[in-house]
């Protein structure tokens, strides 16, 4: 039987971040492991081009890295991380004046992506995704943001309060209104 004392669980996020600050390099490896597959699909998701993603995504590190020392444990590290990357994307919008559309050759891409599912299915699967990825960016912003941070990060609306800057009740008012529009959307 093994020795229970032995069965540490892994530190959380604030330990880590605290370890880091004070000079421990593994401790943000651990960090980074941890959370950048989430951020890194979050950023895709919101600039639907995989190029300008990967490099949203190593600036929002940059900053992590350059900001570690103004962390304070009040805010748990995936909010403060998020926060980050609203305020990059938030930046990005503002110097871009518009939405990117999708990559021209978007379909090719998600065409060679392998699936050892039948080809039936896999063209079911691809048009449910399809749909989904069409009713996502159909919506408005600032819900399609509290859709993705609900749903794919499982954050809490007090978490996706403080990442976006807006109170609890407008989260949730945005997310019931995402959802709705979604329903409706793929529910015709």
Do not use: C
Not at 16 to 39: I, N, P, S
Not at 54 to 63: A, L, N, S, T
Not at 78 to 103: E, S, V
Not at 112 to 138: G, K, T, Y
């Amino acid at each position: 039987m093994p020795d229970i004392a032995s069965q540490q669980e892994p530190p959380g996020d604030d330990a880590l971040m605290q370890a880091w600050v004070a000079g421990d390099v593994a401790a943000f490896e651990t960090l980074y492991r941890r959370h950048r597959d989430k951020l890194y699909r979050f950023l895709v998701r919101q600039l639907r081009n995989g190029a300008l993603a990967d490099e949203v995504f190593q600036d929002i590190w940059q900053r992590v890295i350059a900001a570690r020392a103004d962390w304070k444990p009040d805010a748990m590290f995936t909010t403060w991380l998020y926060r980050i990357a609203h305020n990059r994307l938030a930046d990005h919008w503002r110097a871009a004046q518009h939405r990117p559309p999708p990559p021209e050759d978007a379909d090719l891409r998600t065409a060679r992506i392998v699936d050892p599912d039948s080809p039936e299915r896999q063209l079911s699967e691809f048009e449910q995704r399809r749909q989904l990825q069409l009713a996502l960016e159909s919506l408005p912003e600032e819900q399609r943001e509290v859709v993705l941070l609900r749903l794919e990060q499982d954050l809490t609306l007090e978490e996706i309060g403080e990442i976006t800057g807006v109170g609890r009740e407008t989260v949730k008012s945005r997310l019931r209104y995402a959802m709705d529009k979604l329903r409706t959307l793929l529910n015709p």
